[in-house]
């Protein structure tokens, strides 16, 4: 490929921190939220123009299951409470049995997830990290890390003002791509994804639906192009991507919109409108980092470092793991950590890792073990986990599964429940 050298430059300091968030998903967020709790001054760079990430921007507006599918509740903290603030100000579909936010429901198998409306999470995003003093700042790309050593200086970013830096004494690397590891020179890994493209539509048979159900929801089917998990031939026949290179992101993002304009010109004599789009890349998985561990579920093990229970995506009643502090920090960079789809994990690991809720939850552990490490001067490999757990704990999250969930391996299927939320149309 052909080179030319890049000048070098004086460039400002636009900003000073004690916690420097990078990327503003739900994961960023949950990050910055726990950070400035733990009252730290928390600047969260985020290069789009909203907050939420692939739960806003790239339309995955269903808020997978906090709970087990046998009536116990599994996440609580952040995850719980960004569950009911993506749902605050537009609908939801929380079960009435969850509505409460109960700790148990006896003989349930309805799920604690909701679908939610997409700008009024993003308003809804906007004003708790208001609330919080959270400095976002939007339209703003992460470019650089600026490293001495294995420690993160700052960082420099790029938007209309220009090049800048940001400086501060810890980093929190939640870009989904693992941009800011990659770029320090962290190990990584990167994985292939299918295509997926999820638009909502809206056609005289949803609204009369609605008005049947009185949910608006109902009016706003999700259809799904692509890839679609379970669909015979589906995964045989839809077209991969790594996402983690510019032109293959160029492809993707015209190959996935050829679709849902194939489909609208076969049916736009109907009665039918596409709503919206995603305007990110719907990629599941792209690069995570290896970290001081990787996360491999081992069912019903208890975790030494845990910093919170998680569960699989399913319908089913799910068994209950226990994820690793150490699957959110690098063996040798001292002061960056992950959160969110781009954490140390493997195989099904990995798929628990990328769900809303695991994402939400690993933002809150970075978040707080940021903040712990600054105030007791501590690299995050040094960090005291007990300490963070304790933090944690307090903050509302399950660190260890209880011991009637640890049992709840090999679960019996059991009946879907009544009026599935997903409102899916393929
Ligand atoms: C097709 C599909 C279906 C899914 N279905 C579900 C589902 O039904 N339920 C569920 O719970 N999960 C689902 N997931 C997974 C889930 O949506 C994501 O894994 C999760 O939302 C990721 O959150 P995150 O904050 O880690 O990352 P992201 O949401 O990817 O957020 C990363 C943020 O960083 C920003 N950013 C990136 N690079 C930079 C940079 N260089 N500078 C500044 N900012 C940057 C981005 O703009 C973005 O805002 C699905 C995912 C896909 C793709």
Known sequence: MKTITEPSREIPVRGEADVIVVGGGLAGVSAALAAARCGKKVILIEKSIVLGGLATLGHVCIYLPID??????????????????????????????????AEKVEGTHERYKTNFNIPAAVYALDEITSDEKVEVIYDTSFCAPIMEGNTCKGIIVENKSGRGAYLADMFIDSTGDADLFARAGAQCEIRKNRLSFWTHEI???????????????????????????????SADTVPEFYGTDADEVNTYIKMSRKLALDYLKEHQAEDFTQMTIPFMPQFRMTRHIVGK?????????????????????????????????????????????????????TGKGWEIMRNIPSCVLTGQAAGTAASLAISAKKTVQDLNVAALQEKLAAGGVKIHMADELRNNQNLPPVPKPQGSIYNVRS
């Open 68 to 101: 087990d599918g046998m009536g116990n509740r599994v996440f609580g903290g952040q995850v719980q409470e960004l569950l009911h603030v993506c749902a605050r100000y537009g609908y939801d579909s929380i079960p009435d049995c969850w509505k409460g936010g």
């Open 203 to 233: 056609d005289t048979a949803s609204m009369k639906k609605a008005l049947e159900t009185g949910r608006v929801y109902d009016a706003v089917p999700l259809r799904w192009f692509g890839y679609i998990p379970g669909k015979s031939g």
């Open 293 to 345: 561990t990787v996360f491999a579920v081992e069912p019903g093990v208890s975790v030494d470092s845990s910093v919170g229970c998680v569960i699989p995506c399913t319908d089913q009643p799910a068994a209950v793991y226990e994820f690793p502090y150490e699957g959110l920090i690098d063996s040798d960079i001292t002061n960056i950590l992950a959160a969110g789809r781009m954490v140390s994990a």
